[in-house]
């Protein structure tokens, strides 16, 4: 089958690196980059690029109506602490741009639909260390809650409708190709950038607050694999648990040291993205991952440091 693909909020941190990926497996012009902005990244700019905004349906109507895709990965979202700060337009595009999409879905019977969830799912009740697919879900944060309400959605429109949306819960990402973009997890690709630069960092989160944390590689490699699944093998329509590696800031910051000796770590005090850590997990179980689509993890934390920094140095 010739796969037409369609990634709408392409400029972010995991949109850049996916349609690298996706344009290297299934060609440049069948990988539709798509932002509500514009894009100077030379990798979206190498295929065809559409200015869309999936808050107006009628612009998503006419791009699908134009490139009839087959797979679409909505990556567009307001982030965690953003979120906080803007919570009804968080709520607004969170949450309204996914529905878009899946009633598009359904009108041009798009095979594929790809929707990333978080660990921000889990909240204050739910349990913290190696947290299961299945547990108790009560998110405190608006980000939080739009994508507990949007895995609810992924799977109405799939047992309803027959919409094949498949969603992984991402902990917080860590890759070099893109600046942070406003998530709580976001002190762990800042910190490479200011030990380079300024060979100091200020974390946001004490120094003991561990969180589950993802190499980018593995993120889209994982997003990849998942969207190639055969349907009949996944038994979960809401969103998988994907576990990366637990790590606190001064865990990372001992490992940037082993390759910058002079590097330090400071701490802020109350700040308001420490409330949202302190919500979610330490640690998770991706049984369902590893079962239903061989999911395995190849980076850890000493690799992961090691090539942030080779691939920072290059920059």
């Known amino acids: ?23 290297a497996k299934y060609g440049n012009d069948q990988v539709v980059a798509s932002d509500i902005r514009n894009s100077d990244n030379a990798v979206i700019n190498a295929g065809p690029f559409e200015l869309a905004n999936v808050l107006d349906k009628d612009n998503l109507h006419k791009l699908f109506e134009k490139h009839r895709p087959t797979q679409v990965y909505l990556l567009a979202a307001i982030l965690s602490a953003v979120g906080e700060q803007k919570p009804k337009l968080a709520w607004d595009l969170n949450m309204n741009g996914l529905i878009h999409i899946l009633d598009l879905a359904v009108e041009f019977k798009t095979a594929k639909i790809f929707w990333p969830s978080s660990i921000a799912v889990f909240g204050p009740h739910s349990p913290r260390e190696n947290t299961t697919q299945f547990c108790v879900m009560d998110p405190n944060s608006v980000y939080g809650f739009s994508k507990l309400a949007g895995e609810r959605w992924c799977e109405y429109y799939y047992t309803k409708y027959g919409v094949d949306v498949r969603s992984i819960r991402y902990p917080g990402l860590i890759g070099w190709r893109s600046e942070p973009g406003g998530g709580t997890t976001d002190y762990a ?83 308001p993205r420490q409330a949202i850590a302190d919500s979610w997990p330490k640690s998770i179980d991706d049984t369902y991952a590893q079962n239903d689509w061989g999911w395995k993890q190849k980076f850890d934390l000493g690799s992961m440091t090691a090539d942030m920094l080779e691939n920072l140095k290059k920059q």
Do not use: C, W
């Open 189 to 271: 690709v800042d910190i490479f950038h200011q030990a380079l630069a300024k060979g100091k960092y200020e974390s946001f989160l004490s120094a003991d607050t561990a969180l589950p944390m993802m190499y980018m590689e593995d993120a889209i490699r994982a997003t990849m694999e998942l969207m190639e699944a055969l349907a009949e093998k996944l038994t979960i329509r809401s969103s998988y648990n994907l576990g990366g590696i637990s790590f606190t800031p001064a865990q990372l910051s001992a490992e940037i040291k082993k390759h910058l000796p002079d590097f330090e770590i400071s701490y802020a005090d109350h700040d």
């Open 1 to 23: 089958m010739n796969e037409k693909i369609i990634v709408l909020g392409s400029n972010g941190q995991i949109g850049t690196e996916l349609v690298m990926n996706l344009r």
